[in-house]
């Protein structure tokens, strides 16, 4: 970056501390990820929603899903001379194959990985988001910072040329020409004052941060990348990995439903008093599964893993072809700023100085001196906005490829 650039950093970095001694929150990148990721009301409630999924786990894991039946029954027996008081209790527990609840928990199991990686899905997203509105409440304060110094000239211009014409060495159009480029300087510099207070606004929404916040640190020269690396941390995508804990979880009930066709079996001890006669019995119960085998929950559990699979499929070509997409644009917005460090930056603030001096001294028209202006400010801006778009794209290439989380 030019020597201009540098000074305004440290001016910048100054201001913001002074302001954070008042009330303000300045934060960096850093500051603005871990905060996302401990308070951001989005993953705060994808967490809360997992922690709901866990609870499925320990009724899973259960042996015996049924609780025991008690069964007591009671009545007399009368005869011509003769009265009983019979009496029946019996205990009966139901139990199932091994095959049901190991098919249970790992269906358990699948939902919580599932619904973990739907906390990272949501975090990568959050970051992604935040990232971008930290890099567009940077530019936007840099681009303040570049009005401001914009204004500051054309002030020093409406002067120069008031001064001029009271000398009598230029007409009064050219003090009106200077007037309008104050005045649009002024009116820029407040529009783009609003886009921050938009973006700054962004942030706080997205880090549910009600105090005042302000943005530290700049927009960085991009650096190089890697397709293949990025390409490799791609396929250990949250969203991915959420399909292939859902596959997991249809197969699950698949065999959950095979299980279905196997016989319940269930013990009970049983205790009666019959005219007098103690009676105690054990039982065995045996469910024959011919009408109910649990064709249906096979049937949609297929479907279902069919389908999810052809999902995951789909889903892995389809992040490959978005973060290639990423890093191809990633690569042109820094070619841009490389560019226009190499070859638009080096010289624009001697000639700023160099066209000033010249009009205070007449030896350049003010029409001229404008157009000079306009053409060193719209290099700046230009620079300015590919480094935020480069900023972005390196943001946007990050989530593609699961960086972000």
Same mark, same amino acid.
């Given at each position: 970056?030019?020597?201009?650039?540098?000074?305004?950093?440290?001016?910048?970095?100054?201001?913001?501390?002074?302001?954070?001694?008042?009330?303000?929150?300045?934060?960096?990148?850093?500051?603005?990820?871990?905060?996302?990721?401990?308070?951001?009301?989005?993953?705060?409630?994808?967490?809360?929603?997992?922690?709901?999924?866990?609870?499925?786990?320990?009724?899973?894991?259960?042996?015996?899903?049924?609780?025991?039946?008690?069964?007591?029954?009671?009545?007399?027996?009368?005869?011509?001379?003769?009265?009983?008081?019979?009496?029946?209790?019996?205990?009966?527990?139901?139990?199932?194959?091994?095959?049901?609840?190991?098919?249970?928990?790992?269906?358990?199991?699948?939902?919580?990985?599932?619904?973990?990686?739907?906390?990272?899905?949501?975090?990568?997203? $959050?970051?992604? =988001? *935040?990232? %971008?509105? @930290?890099?567009?409440?940077?530019? /936007?304060?840099?681009? #303040?910072? +570049?009005?401001? !110094?914009?204004?500051?000239?054309?002030?020093? $211009?409406?002067? =120069? *040329?008031? %001064?001029? @014409?009271?000398?009598?060495?230029? /007409?009064?159009?050219? #003090?009106? +020409?200077?007037? !309008?480029?104050?005045?649009?300087?002024?009116?820029?510099?407040? =529009?783009?004052?609003?886009?921050?207070?938009?973006?700054?606004?962004?942030?706080?929404?997205?880090?549910?941060?009600?105090?005042?916040?302000?943005?530290?640190?700049?927009?960085?020269?991009?650096?190089?990348?890697?397709?293949?690396?990025?390409?490799?941390?791609?396929?250990?995508?949250?969203?991915?990995?959420?399909?292939?804990?859902?596959?997991?979880?249809?197969?699950?009930?698949?065999?959950?439903?095979?299980?279905?066709?196997?016989?319940?079996?269930?013990?009970?001890?049983?205790?009666?008093?019959?005219?007098?006669?103690?009676?105690?019995?054990?039982?065995?119960?045996?469910?024959?599964?011919?009408?109910?085998?649990?064709?249906?929950?096979?049937?949609?559990?297929?479907?279902?893993?069919?389908?999810?699979?052809?999902?995951?499929?789909?889903?892995?070509?389809?992040?490959?072809?978005?973060?290639?997409?990423?890093?191809?644009?990633?690569?042109?917005?820094?070619?841009?700023?490389?560019?226009?460090?190499?070859?638009?930056?080096?010289?624009?603030?001697?000639?700023?100085?160099?066209?000033?001096?010249?009009?205070?001294?007449?030896?350049?028209?003010?029409?001229?001196?404008?157009?000079?202006?306009?053409?060193?400010?719209?290099?700046?801006?230009?620079?300015?906005?590919?480094?935020?778009?480069?900023?972005?794209?390196?943001?946007?290439?990050?989530?593609?490829?699961?960086?972000?989380?």
């Amino acid at each position: 970056m030019y020597g201009r650039l540098r000074v305004a950093t440290l001016a910048v970095t100054l201001l913001v501390a002074a302001s954070a001694a008042q009330g303000q929150t300045a934060m960096t990148l850093a500051d603005v990820l871990t905060r996302a990721r401990e308070r951001a009301p989005q993953i705060v409630s994808a967490r809360l929603a997992l922690d709901e999924v866990r609870g499925r786990l320990p009724g899973a894991s259960l042996r015996v899903q049924t609780n025991p039946e008690l069964d007591v029954q009671t009545g007399t027996r009368q005869a011509p001379n003769s009265r009983w008081t019979d009496l029946e209790v019996g205990v009966s527990q139901r139990l199932e194959p091994g095959a049901r609840r190991a098919a249970r928990i790992d269906g358990a199991n699948a939902a919580i990985a599932q619904g973990t990686a739907d906390v990272q899905e949501t975090t990568r997203t $959050v970051l992604h =988001a *935040a990232a %971008r509105a @930290f890099y567009r409440a940077v530019h /936007a304060r840099e681009r #303040v910072r +570049l009005l401001t !110094a914009d204004e500051d000239v054309a002030a020093a $211009v409406h002067t =120069a *040329a008031d %001064r001029r @014409f009271k000398a009598g060495d230029i /007409a009064v159009l050219d #003090v009106n +020409l200077a007037r !309008a480029s104050l005045a649009r300087a002024r009116a820029e510099r407040e =529009a783009t004052e609003a886009l921050q207070v938009d973006a700054l606004g962004d942030l706080k929404r997205l880090l549910a941060i009600q105090t005042d916040v302000a943005v530290q640190g700049g927009l960085d020269v991009p650096q190089s990348r890697e397709l293949a690396a990025d390409l490799e941390t791609a396929l250990q995508r949250p969203e991915l990995r959420a399909l292939e804990a859902s596959v997991r979880e249809a197969e699950a009930d698949v065999r959950f439903g095979r299980s279905l066709g196997r016989p319940d079996y269930g013990f009970g001890v049983h205790y009666a008093r019959e005219s007098g006669d103690h009676i105690l019995l054990g039982g065995l119960t045996v469910t024959l599964p011919v009408f109910s085998k649990g064709l249906d929950v096979q049937a949609i559990g297929v479907a279902r893993a069919t389908r999810l699979r052809a999902e995951l499929e789909a889903a892995r070509t389809r992040v490959q072809i978005e973060v290639r997409s990423a890093f191809d644009a990633y690569q042109h917005r820094a070619a841009a700023v490389r560019i226009l460090e190499t070859d638009a930056l080096p010289g624009l603030d001697e000639n700023e100085a160099l066209t000033t001096r010249s009009f205070d001294v007449g030896q350049l028209g003010l029409p001229d001196l404008l157009l000079i202006r306009r053409e060193i400010f719209d290099t700046r801006f230009q620079y300015l906005d590919a480094l935020l778009e480069a900023a972005q794209a390196r943001a946007d290439l990050d989530a593609s490829a699961g960086i972000l989380r």
